[in-house]
C-alpha cells in the first residue's frame, strides 16, 4: 500500500506562484509514475501532469503549459508541481497520484493511477 500526502496549497493573487509537494510513503516504487490532477468546484477531475519513473518524460494539460513545472525527487519520495503565472480558473483541489508499477511513461488518464492523496485546496484570487 502507499499513501501519499500533499501540502503547500494555499491562497494566493492572480499571477503568483506556488508549490505543490506529495510525500509518498509506504511500498513506493522510485520508478513509478506519478502525477497531479485537480477538481474545481462542480466540475470534473481533470489532470494536470505527470513525471514517469525515469523523469524522462513529462506530460502536461494545454491548461498549464508553460506555467506549471512538474518535478521530482526519488531521494525523498517526492513529487512537486511548482505552478507560477497563477489565475483563477486554476483554483480547485489539487490531488497527487502514483501508478503501482514501473512506468516509462507519464499518461494522462486517472485509470492509470492506483493511489491518490487527500487533496490540497488552492485558491486564486483576482
Known amino acids: 500500500q502507499v499513501q501519499l500526502v500533499e501540502s503547500g496549497g494555499g491562497l494566493v493573487q492572480a499571477g503568483g506562484s506556488l508549490r505543490l509537494s506529495c510525500a509518498a510513503s509506504?511500498?513506493?516504487?522510485?520508478?513509478?509514475?506519478l502525477g497531479w490532477f485537480r477538481q474545481a468546484t462542480g466540475k470534473e477531475r481533470e489532470f494536470v501532469a505527470a513525471v514517469s519513473g525515469s523523469r524522462s518524460s513529462t506530460f502536461y494539460a494545454d491548461s498549464v503549459k508553460g506555467r506549471f513545472t512538474i518535478s521530482r525527487d526519488n531521494g525523498k519520495n517526492t513529487v512537486y508541481l511548482q505552478m507560477n503565472y497563477l489565475k483563477p480558473e486554476d483554483t480547485a483541489v489539487y490531488y497527487c497520484a502514483a501508478s503501482g508499477y514501473s512506468s516509462n511513461s507519464a499518461p494522462p488518464f486517472e485509470y492509470e493511477y492506483d493511489y491518490w492523496g487527500q487533496g490540497t485546496q488552492v485558491t486564486v484570487s483576482s
Open positions: 509506504g511500498s513506493t516504487k522510485n520508478s513509478a509514475t
